[in-house]
């Protein structure tokens, strides 16, 4: 159906108009400098990902499996925020070499998948040229995932383009069409989504397809196992591909620390009518609600998606209620519509919080607490919000241009005129929440490097064998930090990984250490960094802050002393004791390595021997599961000392070489099992096993 429709002029017709429209949408993001970036406070926090990866691939030639510059260290590759494995997210930056340029890039590709995935569903589900143009202008435009975009949620925002892709193969699957293709391609959406750094959007969209599944359970009067079968086939594919990351991911979740704040406003009712105002309106109205929400959830529920008059037009001028459900090309229409009313019903009253039974699951279920902001679950509702006003368009549209079609009232004798004038309206409405989102929330702003000169100084000023470490009380600036190689502590975020448990030492020295070095951020900082022990550096450069008073420059940095050394090695009996105390061991008690080498996800050093008493080496990566020590070539157990990486060392006084190398066994099984899935699909799509059957049935030569 799609090859040979693909031959016709209407679908180059509608190609333009998609590249069009997407093109108006994006074009400003077309400035591919490195003059420019995202706008959003956390977007260069949430995209380091690919930055880094970038960064390495062009410095050392390959993608390393840690990344050290982000507190105490975090994996790279099965990081609930990274997005390595996803294309689409990081192989722009990857050409480009950096994520300033990277990510702009790839801003410009998802805007073409959403709208092209929205054309692709409504395809599938055999709607007409009105029905596919309302779904590529309201997937590409709908204001949750703009909106997610702008504040600089890039997870967020580019995971929900997989939807209507998802949901159209799956549509395919179910109905027993194109089984091929249309599984794999189910599988690799869901797999793309999971991958794309954040998980938040998977269960809903696997609440969709359960319940698309269910509607499609009994056809033709019997059972549709093939469609079942279908079904569990594209999710065991899915798994496959995803393995690389699904597997650690699932065997380290206790080490993924859960938010600080679980569930926000998860108990907390927002105003429904001001929710549902919200969709059908371009004004903020969310803003309204500061006692209500936290910050961070009202650009969350910010969701216009179609304009009020729009769907006066097409649910209340145009009355019919025949022509809704009517679609001859279409068997069983009323499942689809169905299916999008209460899916959208349902994620409306979830994202609006303090509902039952959504305050029962949340505190009955474990682990759903996990998913933060039920704002969120609006990112699904507008997508079935927006293939309800589809099917009902297409269903109008069918019916006057069908001569058998029954419309209500006087429209009846002007039916051509009457469906091109809906056409015309629609394009003009699904233009005007396209240009409005994507101008209002997506922009983009100067690079800033303010700490680049800083940084630059403290690099030189500092010991060359220890890994700088500044706090900062924001997100900004992040790429000067990994480009610097300076390790950066940010504020607390929804995802800090966890230590293995203390073989020794006994509290967390995590929780005890304090960066060496402070970047204020605000003039309100500066009086939390004086009570945390840091004062003014007065031999730092002078920076003119913007959020601090013009003209009026601040040295860069702040200290304080004393601090904790990167690499070092202890005395057993030490940490003993200072565990016990709860605090820092003293620097006088520890003992310096010599020739510390380092690279992203190896450390080596010299440390001495201590005669007849027992020491500890450790180095301030975090003790994540994955993590390999060796002394003098001979592997050791690795410890947990108070969090941190740490080896024990033997009873002599020679110096030892200790390495610790990051080679988590689960990421190498799981990329085996996720190229051994890829082929396979390959070679299930290429049909391969009819060679198979040709090599059986050709008869030997001389036969």
């Not at 300033?100 to 599938?124: D, E, M, N, Q, T």
């Not at 798994?239 to 699904?246: E, K």
């Not at 057993?572 to 061991?585: E, I, K, M, T």
Request: charged share 15%; with cysteine; glycine share 8%.
């Amino acid at each position: 159906m799609l090859r040979r429709y693909s031959r016709s002029l209407p679908f180059w017709l509608e190609t333009l108009f998609v590249v069009v429209v997407v093109m108006m949408a994006v074009w400003p993001f077309t400035d591919l400098s490195v003059n420019t970036q995202l706008s959003g406070g956390e977007m260069e926090f949430l995209t380091s990902s690919a930055h880094y990866a970038a960064r390495q691939l062009h410095a050392n030639g390959y993608i390393p499996l840690w990344q050290p510059n982000l507190g105490e260290g975090r994996p790279l590759l099965e990081s609930p925020f990274a997005f390595i494995l996803n294309p689409f997210s990081t192989v722009p930056s990857l050409l480009y070499g950096d994520g300033i340029r990277g990510i702009k890039a790839s801003v410009i590709i998802y805007a073409f998948l959403a709208a092209g995935g929205g054309w692709f569903c409504a395809r599938v589900m055999g709607m007409g040229v009105a029905g596919r143009m309302v779904m590529v202008l309201l997937t590409l435009g709908k204001g949750n995932m703009v909106a997610l975009l702008g504040i600089g949620h890039f997870q967020l925002a580019v995971a929900q383009v997989y939807i209507p892709w998802a949901v159209g193969a799956a549509f395919l699957v179910l109905r027993g069409h194109h089984r091929r293709w249309a599984a794999v391609l189910l599988a690799m959406a869901f797999a793309l989504q999971y991958l794309a750094g954040n998980v938040w959007h998977t269960l809903p969209l696997l609440i969709s397809l359960a319940v698309l599944t269910l509607a499609h359970l009994i056809w033709d009067g019997r059972i549709n196992w093939r469609g079942l079968r279908g079904m569990v086939f594209a999710g065991l594919l899915m798994v496959g591909i995803s393995a690389m990351v699904l597997l650690p991911t699932l065997a380290n979740r206790a080490f993924i620390a859960p938010p600080e704040d679980p569930a926000i406003n998860g108990d907390k009712a927002a105003p429904p009518v001001l929710l549902l105002r919200q969709v059908v309106s371009s004004q903020p109205l969310v803003r309204d609600l500061d006692d209500v929400l936290a910050a961070g959830e009202l650009e969350t529920r910010y969701n216009y998606t179609v304009p009020w008059w729009y769907l006066l037009i097409t649910f209340v001028v145009l009355p019919p209620i025949y022509p809704v459900l009517y679609r001859p090309r279409m068997r069983g229409v009323w499942r689809m519509w169905l299916v999008a009313f209460l899916l959208f019903v349902f994620f409306m009253m979830w994202g609006m919080g303090g509902l039952q039974p959504f305050r029962w699951a949340y505190n009955t279920i474990p682990g759903l607490d996990r998913w933060r902001f039920v704002g969120r679950a609006f990112g699904m509702a507008t997508f079935w919000l927006a293939l309800l006003i589809a099917l009902r368009v297409d269903g109008l549209w069918t019916v006057l241009h069908n001569a058998d079609g029954q419309f209500i009232g006087p429209v009846r004798r002007w039916n051509g005129l009457t469906a091109h004038a809906l056409l015309a309206v629609t394009l003009v409405a699904g233009y005007s929440v396209v240009i409005h989102n994507w101008r209002e929330w997506v922009a983009l702003v100067d690079t800033e490097e303010p700490s680049e000169l800083c940084l630059a100084f403290l690099f030189a000023q500092d010991d060359p064998d220890q890994r700088v470490a500044v706090r900062q009380l924001n997100y900004e600036n992040l790429h000067v930090f990994l480009d610097v190689g300076v390790r950066h502590y940010p504020l607390p975020a929804a995802y800090r990984p966890l230590s293995r448990p203390n073989t020794y030492y006994d509290v967390d020295l995590r929780e005890l250490y304090l960066p060496p070095y402070a970047m204020p951020a605000s003039p309100q900082a500066l009086p939390a960094l004086a009570e945390l022990g840091y004062d003014v550096d007065e031999t730092t450069p002078f920076y003119e802050y913007k959020f601090f008073n013009p003209g009026d420059p601040w040295h860069c940095l702040w200290r304080r002393e004393p601090v904790l050394p990167y690499a070092f090695s202890m005395l057993v009996d030490d940490a003993s004791r200072y565990g016990a105390q709860g605090r820092l061991p003293d620097p006088a008690d520890l003992f310096a390595v010599e020739n510390m080498i380092y690279t992203s996800d190896t450390v080596s050093f010299l440390a001495s021997g201590t005669g007849g008493a027992r020491s500890l080496a450790v180095v301030q990566e975090i003790a994540y599961p994955g993590w390999q020590a060796y002394v003098n070539g001979e592997r050791v157990p690795a410890e947990s000392v108070g969090g941190y990486l740490g080896v024990l060392l033997l009873l002599t006084t020679d110096r030892m070489v200790v390495s610790f190398v990051y080679r988590p066994l689960l990421v190498y099984i799981g990329a085996a099992v996720t190229l051994t899935t890829i082929a396979f699909c390959v070679l299930y799509l290429l049909r391969a096993e009819r060679l198979l059957i040709r090599r059986r049935e050709t008869p030997p030569p001389g036969a």
